[in-house]
């Protein structure tokens, strides 16, 4: 196992495997994600164009098993921006870390405070003060809820994360059990950066 800082041409050659994990892993339960390579492609596109973006790679061997991902948070204005309408934060001063993704079998070794450590040292040498991200909000009895899911809510607090009051964003996709694409609201969680 080794754990790569991706940036840059690395970062690109290194999305087509992104989005085939992303498609596996958010497949399951709470995201329920019954993704395609087109619409990965489009919703990628971000990190091809911004010079800050960081891909933290997981790699057993020559296979990525998992990755996070991040860029600032003005190369989502258009997705996010209402949900930071009402917040007292210039969206400069913000970093994105958008998905954190890792098959099944690879998961309790560490490597969720590896994709962070890694994460968080980039905004820090980018200068920005604030670390956001966000995670999909299901009820509690939804039916395809599996009865042993344990939600991040206890990880992300004790890395000093916790719900920004009233940052809620809509983002589109298809469910595995619907027919066609329906909103689902995201909730934002962010950290100030201590030096």
Do not use: N
């Given at each position: 196992?080794?754990?790569?800082?991706?940036?840059?041409?690395?970062?690109?050659?290194?999305?087509?495997?992104?989005?085939?994990?992303?498609?596996t892993?958010?497949?399951?339960?709470?995201?329920?994600?019954?993704?395609?390579?087109?619409?990965?492609?489009?919703?990628?596109?971000?990190?091809r164009?911004?010079?800050?973006?960081?891909?933290?790679a997981?790699?057993?061997?020559?296979?990525?098993?998992?990755?996070?991902?991040?860029?600032p948070?003005?190369d989502?204005?258009?997705?996010?921006?209402?949900?930071?309408?009402?917040?007292?934060?210039?969206?400069?001063?913000?970093?994105?870390?958008?998905?954190?993704?890792?098959?099944?079998?690879?998961?309790?070794?560490?490597?969720?405070?590896?994709?962070?450590?890694?994460?968080?040292?980039?905004?820090?040498?980018?200068?920005?003060?604030?670390?956001?991200?966000?995670?999909?909000?299901?009820?509690?009895?939804?039916?395809?809820?599996?009865?042993?899911?344990?939600?991040?809510?206890?990880?992300?607090?004790?890395?000093?994360?916790?719900?920004?009051?009233?940052?809620?964003?809509?983002?589109?996709?298809k469910?595995?059990?619907?027919?066609?694409?329906?909103?689902?609201?995201?909730?934002?969680?962010?950290?100030?950066?201590?030096?």
């Amino acid at each position: 196992m080794r754990v790569e800082r991706l940036t840059g041409q690395d970062l690109v050659a290194a999305l087509d495997d992104v989005a085939q994990l992303r498609i596996t892993v958010f497949r399951d339960f709470p995201y329920l994600y019954d993704g395609d390579v087109a619409y990965e492609r489009a919703y990628l596109e971000p990190y091809r164009q911004s010079e800050d973006a960081i891909l933290v790679a997981a790699f057993d061997g020559e296979r990525l098993v998992g990755a996070s991902t991040g860029t600032p948070m003005e190369d989502h204005a258009e997705d996010f921006a209402a949900a930071f309408s009402g917040q007292d934060i210039d969206m400069k001063d913000i970093f994105y870390c958008a998905e954190s993704v890792l098959l099944p079998e690879y998961r309790g070794r560490g490597l969720g405070h590896a994709f962070f450590d890694a994460r968080e040292a980039h905004v820090r040498a980018l200068g920005r003060d604030y670390v956001a991200f966000c995670g999909v909000v299901r009820p509690q009895d939804h039916p395809l809820r599996p009865e042993a899911y344990q939600p991040l809510d206890g990880f992300w607090h004790k890395r000093g994360y916790a719900p920004v009051e009233g940052a809620v964003a809509t983002y589109r996709w298809k469910d595995i059990d619907q027919p066609q694409e329906t909103d689902h609201p995201l909730q934002f969680w962010m950290r100030r950066l201590e030096d």
